[in-house]
């Protein structure tokens, strides 16, 4: 019949897990006919999500067409839809569809989802999705193409996440989401959502945004949903009025608020991604077609859009970036020990009170909920570590965070103490002192005076050599580098440093910390700034010299867009402190030289007591101020935006090429996921690797690519 | 609790026995106990939930913190039956944290013991409002699992090991009164499966049962809302081919006998005050109850004792009680009953929906389903004034619970 077409398609991926559509005839309670109720499970446990391939799909559009015809002899009252538990169907099966080299397979498969999809309208009888967990993506558009809708208050991981993925909803759900819950809640769940960590919604937010007609909570929920839908077929008036009522509600729009949406998405893109990758623009497109065109035509154009899509490199750098870095890389540090050789944490010292060591108890306090003491010089900077401490404690409290409980458990957990006799017990002591050799090597051996042989001394250093901080221990292989990205509790990743003595319950502990810190743990070995500092002092490098040589500012600092990065390199160091900066720059200068280009004008503009070169004007503009430029001396050769971003290109291939070549991490892979979790750079740029190996700027460089 | 406060020293107030009143009835589809019953693979405490949150949303009136108490009973109370029941089906339903909860087990009259239990705290004025019901998942549990029996119980002959097999008390019960014989039992079986079918036709059975969603490996979700164990059109020869697993040539077999099942039943109990406090309808008014102890051996005459001393306490003769609901655990047991008090086989007072033999036994489970289905009775049958509730409970006991009939003329007037 009608799915012949797809055999061909579904033939390219013979070991699909099939999630099956699985047909069950419920009566309906009160007499209201047969619902025959269909159950989308791949037969595995929870731990494997079900997905749709083109044999899922295939399967699924056939079971519709025979409910269909059942539906015609009038043998059912109504079809529905629902899930094994904790998914209703996760999305589109991603290995699958990156794996479609072919664009006219890529088409195959859009119009599969559609061929199928479509049925949910043309059954004869009503349909109705019963939204019981995860519905991303195509999971979503099976439900938003059903007549009707429940969703449970358990359901987590509902939307449409293909703008963060590099697609477009294009199984329907770009044009019938609008339709439904109005274009301003239809931007916020196609293009808001997934450019904001790709954010999902719950049962209850989807409910509240009107995805869903009816709310039920997961004790009775399919019950429930059934005597609804029960309700519904049998043309119950208080139930058909109130789904009318809703849906009205959401859908009196007009023009101009389809319009306004579209706009408002357009410039929410601008800002999150500088319009970097092409799928978001591309949902934004169909959306504003959308409102004049029919499905069908819709339709058309969701295909072609989501066929070319599939053949870019931002959907590849995405799934690749997503699937076996984020979600399984990460889960899985390369080169981590065997985690049993971990040792139990029961108390934790903190060496400093300044802000970094303030964050790192507050952490360590609210994950290992272990006791916490931090050490400073004097009773004032100890005081003043615990009231931060304290202080957060309380914001979480405020935010709902914590619970009045969990607050005071925290807060009696953390102590301070001007005598590092505090940490007599602990199993693992961090120092985040000055970044000074001298005064690390100071504070080591006098922890180490005081405290059992077992016990773990971590530097949270960003810069120095953590081989040479442990060099005059007793016990030099307790000390491992835990380098953490500010702000603390936000920067996900975790740099575990290996130095040659460290041991392997030392490493094991390191990472089961991590672990329990709710980090993403990557080992690096003992190299001048680890990973994420080098990479990005070789870029603040490369535009810190073309400024100096004479390019200006604006030029300069908006070079990398095409990149997509999450702030300008300019903006960065602001952020970071242009002193911070700085001192990074210079060990990496000192350990590798011209390669890492210190600016002789940033040195003025700190020694001014200058925060950074953009300054917002009184009209909200950001620009140099004279004042600035002027204790400056810049050369007279500018750059073109071409060349700086080939350059910079060129420098961190050059600079990644070297650190693999050392040892610095096992794989491109670790540089992929470091620079995604420490520095934010984006999924479509698959971390980094990939995009310099589709810039040429790897071949240029290094005569191969990494991957 | 909205108790005014106490003035005077609890002690020294003169305490009044407040009216009890069943509010509510529910059941899960009762399932045959086993890997291809309905509820294979299923949770008991989930099917308590679904009754428990079912009684909330048919009792809207009811604020949920106001219920002072949730007494649910298991025979086996371990694994998914275990727990303290009543407090995690309290939670896992939604039910306020500040809603108690315990569980309860006296075999087969669990649930029974849940209601009188909770009746008695009501009257005392310990509760206003409270849940009782009763759970067996035999295919989780069967019968007699992790059972311990104290070897005293062989070495001083206190009870023949026989009596612990519940079929072999059946056998007993035939030897006892030979004038049960298997003909009649049969005959009781068959008209009690007719019963149930008859009920089910005429819809008297679905309004009190709760649908319950279940899914199997490879078969996709299902919705649960008929009893499972039922025979239809089962006929006195159907039965006659039956072996009978107790005994060679004996007269207990799986046809004149209710099966292994699993199943849930929740009630919703008040004080009459409370009730109309609420607005909650009144459907039962407690009249009296009374547990006791027979032969181990012969288990089933057990309803004998207890409908004895319960129609002692109420002032009642047998004459009195218009409908029995008795549960039939054996087809056997009921006819001792039946014959003790001299009532005939067929007689249109008794299980009017059928019994336990068609509709299953889950065994801790079912005192609450004879109410639920007394409740439905007394609305149909204005003309009767009091119904019983009854059932032979494992080790020799009996319960009967007696109930007045609020659509009767005289409801509210003392018995004469």
């Known amino acids: 019949m009608s799915f012949e077409r797809f055999e061909e398609l579904a033939g390219l991926v013979p070991n699909e897990i099939v999630t099956h559509s699985l047909v069950q005839d419920v009566a309906l309670p009160g007499g209201a006919g047969t619902l025959a109720l269909i159950t989308l499970d791949n037969g595995k446990d929870h731990t494997k999500p079900t997905t749709l391939g083109p044999n899922t799909l295939i399967e699924f559009g056939r079971t519709l067409e025979g409910l269909k015809e059942r539906s015609s002899r009038g043998e059912i009252a109504a079809v529905a839809i629902t899930g094994k538990p904790y998914f209703l169907v996760a999305g589109a099966d991603l290995s699958t569809v990156k794996s479609l080299k072919a664009e006219k397979h890529g088409r195959a498969m859009a119009e599969l989802g559609h061929a199928a999809y479509d049925l949910l309208g043309s059954l004869g009888v009503p349909s109705f999705a019963f939204i019981n967990g995860v519905a991303l993506g195509g999971g979503l558009e099976i439900a938003l193409a059903a007549d009707y809708r429940t969703v449970s208050t358990g359901a987590n991981g509902l939307g449409l996440p293909e703008a963060f993925i590099g697609l477009v909803p294009g199984w329907g759900g770009v044009y019938r989401l609008p339709r439904l819950v109005g274009p301003a809640s239809a931007v916020k769940v196609m293009i808001e959502n997934p450019l904001s960590n790709n954010r999902m919604l719950d049962g209850s937010a989807a409910y509240g945004i009107g995805i869903a007609d009816a709310l039920f909570e997961p004790a009775d929920f399919l019950e429930q949903s059934l005597a609804w839908a029960a309700r519904v077929v049998a043309g119950d008036p208080a139930t058909v009025q109130a789904v009318e009522a809703r849906r009205a509600g959401f859908t009196a729009y007009s023009d101009a608020d389809w319009d306004a949406a579209a706009a408002a998405g357009r410039a929410f893109i601008q800002a999150r991604t500088g319009n970097a990758a092409p799928a978001p623009s591309r949902v934004l497109d169909l959306f504003e077609a959308g409102k004049t065109l029919t499905r069908e035509q819709s339709a058309e154009a969701e295909c072609i859009a989501l066929a070319e899509l599939m053949q870019t490199p931002e959907f590849h750098a995405t799934v690749y970036a997503f699937l076996e870095l984020v979600q399984k890389r990460a889960k899985r540090p390369a080169g981590a020990p065997d985690a049993k050789l971990a040792r139990p944490v029961t108390k934790v010292g903190v060496v400093g009170a300044g802000l970094m060591a303030s964050q790192l108890v507050l952490l360590f306090a609210r994950q290992l909920k272990v006791p916490v003491v931090l050490t400073d010089i004097d009773q004032a900077r100890v005081d003043k570590g615990v009231a931060y401490v304290h202080a957060e404690v309380d914001k979480l409290l405020g935010k709902k965070k914590l619970s009045q409980d969990a607050a005071n458990r925290t807060k009696a957990l953390v102590s301070g103490s001007v005598s590092k006799e505090a940490f007599a017990d602990a199993d693992f002591v961090i120092e985040a002192v000055f970044e000074e050799m001298g005064v690390k090597k100071q504070v080591f051996a006098e922890v180490e005076a005081v405290v059992s042989p077992e016990c773990i001394l971590a530097t949270n250093t960003s810069s120095l050599s953590v081989t040479d901080m442990a060099t005059d221990l007793a016990h030099p292989e307790r000390v491992v580098g835990f380098h953490f990205f500010n702000p603390v509790a936000a920067m996900p990743l975790l740099e575990i440093v290996r130095a040659p003595k460290t041991d392997d319950a030392v490493l094991a502990t390191a990472f089961a910390l991590a672990k329990q810190l709710k980090k993403n743990a990557v080992l690096v070995q003992d190299a001048p700034a680890f990973v994420v500092n080098r990479i990005l002092g070789r870029m603040f490098g490369e535009i810190t010299k073309v400024f100096d040589e004479g390019t200006d500012a604006e030029t300069a600092d908006n070079a990398l867009r095409p990149m997509g990065l999450p702030m300008t390199p300019f903006r960065l160091l602001a952020l970071v402190g242009l002193p911070v900066g700085q001192h990074v720059q210079e060990s990496l200068h000192a350990a590798f030289g011209d390669r890492f280009h210190v600016s002789a004008n940033q040195q003025k503009l700190i020694d001014a007591g200058i925060k950074g070169l953009w300054v917002r004007d009184e009209s909200g503009r950001e620009t140099v101020p004279e004042s600035t430029l002027a204790l400056m001396e810049r050369g007279s050769s500018p750059s073109s935006s071409e060349e700086i971003l080939r350059r910079t290109q060129d420098a961190l291939a050059d600079e990644i090429g070297r650190m693999l070549d050392e040892g610095v991490v096992a794989a491109p892979e670790d540089i992929d996921l470091c620079v995604i979790m420490g520095a934010g750079w984006p999924m479509h740029l698959g971390g980094i690797t990939p995009y310099l190996d589709r810039t040429g700027a790897s071949e240029r460089v290094r005569g191969r690519t990494f991957r | ?416």
């Open chain 2, 1 to 416: 609790m909205s108790q005014p406060a106490a003035t005077t020293p609890a002690r020294a107030a003169a305490r009044s026995v407040r009216d009890v009143v069943f509010v509510d009835g529910v059941r899960t589809p009762f399932g045959k106990a086993g890997d291809k019953g309905i509820y294979a693979g299923m949770r008991a405490d989930d099917l308590v939930v679904k009754c428990i949150r079912d009684l909330l949303r048919r009792n809207p009136s009811l604020p949920p913190e106001r219920i002072d108490d949730v007494a649910i009973a298991a025979t086996t109370q371990t694994g998914d039956q275990g727990l303290t029941i009543g407090r995690t089906a309290a939670l896992l339903a939604g039910l306020p944290r500040t809603v108690p909860g315990f569980a309860i087990d006296r075999m087969c009259a669990g649930a029974l013991t849940a209601v009188t239990t909770t009746a008695s705290g009501i009257a005392f004025g310990a509760y206003d409002v409270a849940i009782a019901g009763g759970v067996e998942h035999m295919g989780n549990h069967p019968m007699g699992e992790g059972a311990d029996p104290n070897p005293r119980f062989l070495s001083e002959r206190l009870v023949d090991p026989a009596a612990l097999n519940m079929g072999n008390t059946a056998e007993n019960l035939h030897d006892r009164f030979p004038a049960i014989t298997k003909d009649r039992t049969d005959a009781y079986a068959v008209r009690s499966q007719a019963k149930l079918a008859a009920a089910y036709a005429e819809n008297r059975i679905q309004p009190d049962l709760v649908p319950v969603a279940g899914r199997k490996p490879g078969e996709g979700w299902t919705l649960h809302s008929v009893d499972e164990p039922p025979r239809p059109g089962t006929t006195v020869e159907d039965l006659a081919q039956l072996r009978t697993p107790f005994r060679p040539h004996g007269r207990v077999t799986a046809g004149n006998a209710a099966g292994l099942n699993d199943g849930a039943t929740a009630a919703l109990l008040a004080s009459a005050d409370s009730a109309a406090e609420l607005g909650l309808p009144v459907r039962m008014l407690l009249v009296a109850y009374a547990f006791a102890g027979v032969e181990p051996e012969v288990m089933g005459i057990g309803p004998v004792p207890a409908t004895e001393k319960a129609l002692r306490q109420a002032g009642l003769g047998i004459e009195d009680i218009g409908l029995f609901e008795i549960n039939e655990a054996f087809a056997v047991q009921v006819l001792s009953f039946l014959d003790h008090f001299g009532i005939a086989d067929d007689d249109p007072r008794v299980n009017r929906y059928g019994g336990a033999i068609a509709v299953g036994h889950p065994l801790a489970s079912s005192g609450v389903r004879l109410m639920t289905q007394l409740a439905r009775q007394f609305e149909e049958d204005p003309s009767v004034r009091y119904g019983m509730t009854t059932m032979c409970i494992g080790l020799g006991m009996g319960a009967t619970v007696i109930w007045e009939n609020p659509h009767h003329a005289d409801y509210g007037q003392d018995a004469a």
